[in-house]
């Protein structure tokens, strides 16, 4: 069964520093988000990225934030200067196109938890 | 803005009982709603989701109901095993189609063997 998978599974890093959340969408999916899950609380929207672009973002994801499609196959969050408040999981989800457009159903990565000290 | 929430945080169900985990939304023009299944350490895994335009939708076991009035979704899994033990989130579409999806807090479903 075809699956998104996410890189590293675990990251440290100290605050002030650049790092890049890596994950691999299913193949046949047009629509990809990202979110974050502060240990103990909910699920938080980040972004959503469909056709080379960002069609929607949240008030988290300010300009310490940036989403690429580097090529056909991986979609990355890079955050530019991490901040302590920034330690969380990070998830990457996808879903597939459908004739009216973007599908409902979102298949979520086992997530990169990020540490800021 | 939009919420999502739910009703407890924990849910204790001795295994073979039916389990009944509750959520309220806020935005009464939400058209999608998703039940997500969290285990420890993974990724939310996709459970049944329900339209809008629909009250009730039956999986394996599990059942949504969807009431608009008051704006409140159930999810109900029959027969409760050791392995629903998870924390349970509720989400819905928000406005917009772009697919953003709004969480609620989660319910962690403990089974008793």
Request: charged share 20%; with cysteine; proline share 4%.
């Amino acid at each position: 069964e075809p699956e998104v998978t996410q890189t590293p599974s675990h990251q440290v890093t100290q605050m002030g520093q650049e790092v890049i959340l890596r994950c691999v969408p299913i193949s046949n999916h047009l629509y990809f988000y990202w979110y974050r899950q502060i240990l103990g609380q909910k699920v938080e929207f980040l972004v959503s990225f469909y056709n080379n672009e960002i069609s929607e973002k949240s008030e988290i994801f300010d300009d310490q934030f940036s989403v690429e499609r580097p090529d056909g196959s991986n979609f990355t969050l890079k955050i530019r200067s991490t901040k302590l408040e920034d330690s969380a999981m990070y998830f990457c989800a996808s879903s597939e196109p459908t004739s009216q457009g973007n599908s409902y159903e979102q298949y979520f990565g086992p997530g990169t938890r990020l540490t800021v000290t | 803005g939009e919420s999502v929430g739910l009703h407890l945080p924990t849910l204790s169900v001795q295994e073979g009982d039916n389990s009944i985990i509750n959520c309220a939304y806020s935005n009464s023009a939400s058209d999608y709603f998703i039940w997500y299944k969290q285990e420890s350490g993974k990724g939310p895994q996709f459970i049944i989701d329900i339209r809008s335009n629909m009250d009730k939708r039956q999986g394996q076991r599990v059942t949504v109901l969807l009431n608009k009035t008051v704006k409140h979704l159930s999810l109900q899994i029959a027969a409760t095993q050791p392995g629903d033990s998870a924390v349970y989130f509720c989400a819905d579409r928000g406005a917009g189609n772009t697919g953003k999806l709004i969480f609620g807090q989660g319910t962690t479903l403990q089974v008793k063997p």
